[in-house]
């Protein structure tokens, strides 16, 4: 039989890749620290990894710290000027001068255990859910998503819920919320 030559498309003519598409490609270097008086992590590294990577539309080097409920409270204090333990904080390196153009992001994501585990009991969620839920939302963050206004709350939850979706973790601003002390604070 005669072979035919194929042509490769030219860079002009490939199709330039989704969000999702460029998240299956983003690089993730992942590291885990576990505070004192945190307690257990209701999750592995492998299903960690998967949470974020699904998040992610960029390569990044990403610290994930879980915390105790003083760690959090002092750290909350300190950055946002809020004299609680909360659940989630993000804090994003993009802004630091010495970041070269292009580079991986960079952040740290500080969860705090105690108060997934008040809020998931509270919500009625397991721990496991209640976590991938807090690993995305802090993800989100990190890439400069924000819910500050409501335009951007509604596009972060949406996010989130799709994001979650695949895992099959319902959609967590469905159910109703049986306290307005519980509400996502990073």
């Known amino acids: 039989m005669p072979m035919t030559a194929t042509r490769r498309p ?13 998240a299956l490609k983003a690089r993730l270097t992942l590291s885990i620290q576990v505070g004192t008086r945190s307690g257990e992590v209701p999750a592995d590294r492998a299903q960690l990894r998967r949470w974020i990577q699904a998040a992610l539309a960029r ?6 710290r879980f915390v105790g409920t003083a760690e959090s409270r002092l750290l909350n204090a300190q950055f946002r000027r809020r004299d609680y ?26 969860i705090c255990l105690p108060v997934l ?8 969620k397991t721990l496991h859910n209640h976590l991938a839920h807090l ?3 802090g993800v989100l963050h990190a890439q400069g998503l924000d819910h500050e ?15 979650l979706k695949r895992f099959r973790i319902a959609d967590p601003y469905s159910a109703p919320r049986r306290s307005s002390g519980m509400l996502l604070a990073s």
């Not at 390569?59 to 994930?64: F, P, Y």
């Open 10 to 22: 030219s860079r002009a003519e490939k199709p330039k890749p989704t969000p999702a598409a460029r």
């Open 59 to 64: 390569d990044a080097d990403l610290t994930i």
């Open 85 to 110: 333990a909360t659940n989630v904080l993000t804090f994003n390196y993009a802004d630091e001068p010495a970041q070269p153009s292009g580079a991986p992001l960079q952040a740290d994501i500080v």
């Open 117 to 124: 585990n008040r809020e998931a009991r509270a919500q009625g």
């Open 135 to 137: 690993v995305v939302h």
């Open 149 to 163: 206004s409501e335009a951007e709350a509604i596009r972060m939850e949406a996010l989130e819920t799709a994001i």
